[in-house]
């Protein structure tokens, strides 16, 4: 396997790396903020737009200046000032325009929502694979040692897991287990999934 060659810039980097963390900890750091980076750079206008929106109606500020504008609206509109109101109590211009921003708002959180439950799908089956991945090797590394021990003349103890932890492990065997024990647990306790609505 080759060495990984590095770019002038992520060469500069590495030099400045935290001494308290390995290289494998601050490549792998260096990866997630690439993969991030190019997901953001790859999200189209559309996208962008409502992330700002979201993000934006997401803080106080959005908050205060609401409060601000309520506030100004209502003073206009109930004369102190001498002037003729322009949307008097109930105030309808103004729910109606509340109401329009409601749902335009709640339009372009479930859209920047939408985009991150795909983002954490990925991730998901991101880890999904890597967990798999890791299981077999560690299975496959248990049987190695296993057959070192045999070779050795190393004789296990009567209680050990190890002939359990050597099993390859399927993932269909193992959520077909958690439904089957969820319904035993839901069943004791007099729970019935079709009955939750």
């Known amino acids: ?45 559309q996208g962008r737009i409502a992330d700002a ?41 103004l729910t109606m325009i509340v109401s329009l921003e409601a749902i335009f708002l709640s339009t372009f959180v479930l859209i920047s929502q939408n985009r991150m439950g795909e983002e954490t799908e990925r991730r998901a089956d991101l880890d999904l694979h890597i967990g798999l991945l890791t299981e077999h090797e560690l299975t496959r590394v248990l049987q190695m040692l296993d057959a070192i021990q045999d070779n050795l003349g190393i004789v296990d103890h009567h209680e050990s897991e190890l002939a359990d932890l050597e099993m390859e492990t399927k993932p269909e065997d193992v959520l077909a287990e958690i439904q089957r024990l969820q319904a035993i647990e839901l069943g004791a306790r007099g729970d019935h999934p079709e009955q939750k609505t």
């Open 1 to 45: 396997m080759h060495p990984t060659r590095l770019k002038p810039e992520e060469k500069k980097a590495s030099e400045q790396d935290n001494p308290a963390l390995s290289k494998v900890i601050e490549r792998n750091i260096r990866t997630i903020i690439h993969l991030r980076t190019k997901a953001a750079r790859e999200r189209g206008l």
């Open 53 to 93: 929106i979201t993000s934006f109606s997401g803080r106080m500020i959005f908050a205060y200046v609401h409060i601000v504008w309520f506030g100004i609206w209502i003073l206009l509109n109930t004369g102190p000032f001498g002037l003729r109101p322009f949307d008097p109590f109930p105030y309808g211009l």
